[in-house]
């Protein structure tokens, strides 16, 4: 019986590492069956803005990856829509046009509905 | 009750780790099962069986090692995580052709999966630092 | 019916001092019926033990294991 388990990615790219590593482990988790979804909350929501050039820093572009993680078999991703709204960040600056905004009440419905949170 | 827990910080750096630690006597004291304890992140440092603190300081790493040895616990480094900070195990210090390794014996070097298994099948997966 | 728990740990338990910039926000969850711990080892090590809200429950690490066996899901807010 696969197991829901939720992504919250909450840090912004390439000040630290924790965004990148959070990523591959939704990438790693794709081959056990289990019923991953994602979640970018505060600091996360930068990860998913256009326009990054993190070649310039050597960094892996957070951005490119972005877009791989349906073919993944991560159905489901989420976006905390007050994050984007505190950041004043719309959606028409995001790499990813279709994840379903969620806001705080909704967030904590979606918790409810898993069985493990991996925190990042 | 089944417990994984995941570690994400490094130790002396952060509480994180000796919090994990701290958690970990507790939920065996109890009589819970262990399953695994996965260290990612920075977390990898604690599988350094070179650190040194001061005498009458706490080591972290020593602690894990004789938790590891009294409970037989499954501690995993993550590989990717710990290439990339210098910890290495001989197999992976002799495909790499560096002229030492540093991880400590009671830990074992596995890949991501090790995560999402232990979630998969721990009832808790509690996780420590970022 | 709120049936949700808040652990403060490490430098979260700062946290338990009534004029932290979070206590407000603490107070209106335990309002609402949301029960807020701090770990004591923690409150002690940072000599803050005397300055505690009173509605905050100080527990030990036994009772931190139970707790998330009583609460069926754990999220952890580094």
Known sequence: MPKKILLISRSAPYGRSTA????????????????????????????LLKNQHSELIAQKNI?????????????????????????????????????????????????????????? | MIFSLAVYSAPYSSQASYSAYRFTVALLNQGHTLHRIFFYQDGVHNGTSLATPPQDEFNLQNAWQNLAKHYQLDLVVC???????????????????KTSYNLAQEFTISGLGQLIEAAAVSDRLISFGY | MINDGILLLEDGVFGIIPSAPCAKSLQSLIKQ???????????????????????????????????????????SWY
């Open chain 3, 33 to 75: 019926g949301v029960t807020v711990y701090a770990l004591i080892d923690d409150v002690k090590a940072r000599g803050i033990e005397a300055k505690s809200a009173v509605n905050i429950q100080l527990i030990d690490y036994d009772k931190f294991v139970q707790l998330t066996i009583d609460y069926r899901r754990v999220q």
């Open chain 1, 20 to 47: 990148r590593e959070a990523l591959d482990v939704a990438l790693a988790a794709s081959v056990y069956d289990q019923d991953i979804s994602i979640l970018f909350m505060d600091d996360g929501v930068f990860q």
């Open chain 2, 79 to 97: 590989i990717s995580a710990a290439l990339r900070r210098g910890v290495l195990n001989d197999g992976e210090a002799k495909r790499y052709n």
């Open chain 1, 63 to 120: 951005a490119s990856i972005l877009p791989a993680l349906p073919l993944y078999d991560i159905d489901n991703i989420y976006i905390h829509q007050e994050s984007l709204d505190e950041r004043a960040i719309v959606f028409d600056d995001l790499i990813l046009n279709d994840m379903k905004p969620l806001n705080n009440k909704d967030v904590g419905h979606l918790l409810q509905q898993q069985d493990q949170l991996l925190s990042f």
